[in-house]
């Protein structure tokens, strides 16, 4: 009794839609039920059609705007999940390269400046500048520069003036106490050398181009092993821009392809109902990939 009520609903609901069909395309209809009945739903699906097509549409603008925030994220909202999976692994990766190499940076420059603070007094090498200026230029008059305090500490701005009036290889002038310029200074030109605590005394003999010591050659691979660090940690924050840039244009294009293989059909089918056959309208929505 269910099957019969809902079949006799069914045909109501066609019965109407014929009839509305016909009110705007009578010269269209056979007089054949059967073939009348395709005719009218033909009429309404062409009309049904464009609107089905635009509600199944993805937008380009959010599929874009995804990616932007998150790389993949655009290419799984146009149903590209491998590529959106590509771009979301991608993204991944190079944020935890960058956040552990960034880590490592950290932590090894923890260990060079910790190195530095045991084997580099400033003392000592201010202490050889003072003894050697007038050897490097001997316009310099050291009496002229009260490098030391009344408690033995250096007076940074009277050896910054001393480092600029020596001039010749004392290139530098060095900077604060504990400042990042300050370890990559010790460590970088020979002027600071004599400050290695295996240097010797203010009395060892140093002049441009003699080898440097050791330690300073120790000190300078564990800075630049810092430096490596973080130039990994960099390249993986260039590979996360361009990885957003990249997966936000792709996700646009791969909507507006997503959108073009949309295709709506319809089949009509015959169905056997007992001892009546009837018409089964099927609307088969296909995307391709």
């Given at each position: 009794m269910e099957g019969y009520f809902l079949n006799l609903i069914s045909r109501i609901v066609l019965i109407a839609v014929i009839c509305t069909s016909m009110i705007s395309a009578q010269n269209k209809l056979s007089g054949n039920i059967d073939l009348d009945r395709k005719i009218s739903f033909d009429n309404t699906y062409s009309e049904q059609k464009p609107l089905l097509n635009e509600e199944m549409k993805k937008s380009p603008f959010v599929a874009?705007?995804?990616?932007?925030?998150?790389?993949?994220?655009?290419?799984?909202?146009?149903?590209?999940?491998?590529?959106?999976?590509?771009?979301?692994?991608?993204?991944?990766?190079?944020?935890?390269?960058?956040?552990?190499?960034?880590?490592?940076?950290?932590?090894?420059?923890?260990?060079?400046?910790?190195?530095?603070?045991?084997?580099?007094?400033?003392?000592?090498?201010?202490?050889?500048?003072?003894?050697?200026?007038?050897?490097?230029?001997?316009?310099?008059?050291?009496?002229?520069y009260n490098v030391f305090d009344n408690t033995g500490n250096v007076n940074w701005n009277e050896l910054n003036r001393l480092e600029n009036a020596i001039s010749a290889y004392y290139s530098h002038k060095l900077a604060p106490l504990g400042d990042q310029q300050y370890f990559e200074m010790i460590g970088k030109y020979p002027q600071f050398n004599p400050g290695w605590d295996d240097f010797g005394d203010e009395n060892t003999p140093y002049a441009y181009g003699d080898p440097l010591t050791p330690r300073f050659h120790i000190y300078s691979g564990k800075r630049g092993k810092a430096n490596d660090y973080y130039n990994?940690?960099?390249?993986?924050?260039?590979?996360?821009?361009?990885?957003?840039?990249?997966?936000?244009?792709?996700?646009?294009?791969?909507?507006?392809?997503?959108?073009?293989?949309?295709e709506l059909n319809t089949d009509l089918q015959k169905v056997q109902f007992g001892f009546v056959e009837d018409l089964n309208y099927k609307i088969n929505l296909r995307v391709r990939f």
């Open positions: 874009g705007l995804l990616s932007l925030a998150v790389p993949g994220a655009g290419q799984l909202y146009s149903e590209s999940y491998i590529k959106g999976a590509a771009f979301l692994i991608l993204e991944a990766a190079a944020v935890y390269t960058g956040l552990v190499y960034d880590r490592k940076g950290d932590d090894q420059t923890n260990v060079f400046q910790d190195y530095a603070n045991q084997h580099w007094d400033v003392k000592k090498y201010a202490k050889w500048t003072v003894t050697n200026a007038s050897k490097i230029n001997e316009s310099v008059n050291t009496a002229n990994v940690a960099s390249k993986a924050v260039i590979v996360i821009i361009i990885n957003h840039i990249i997966s936000t244009v792709d996700a646009i294009f791969t909507t507006k392809s997503f959108n073009k293989k949309i």
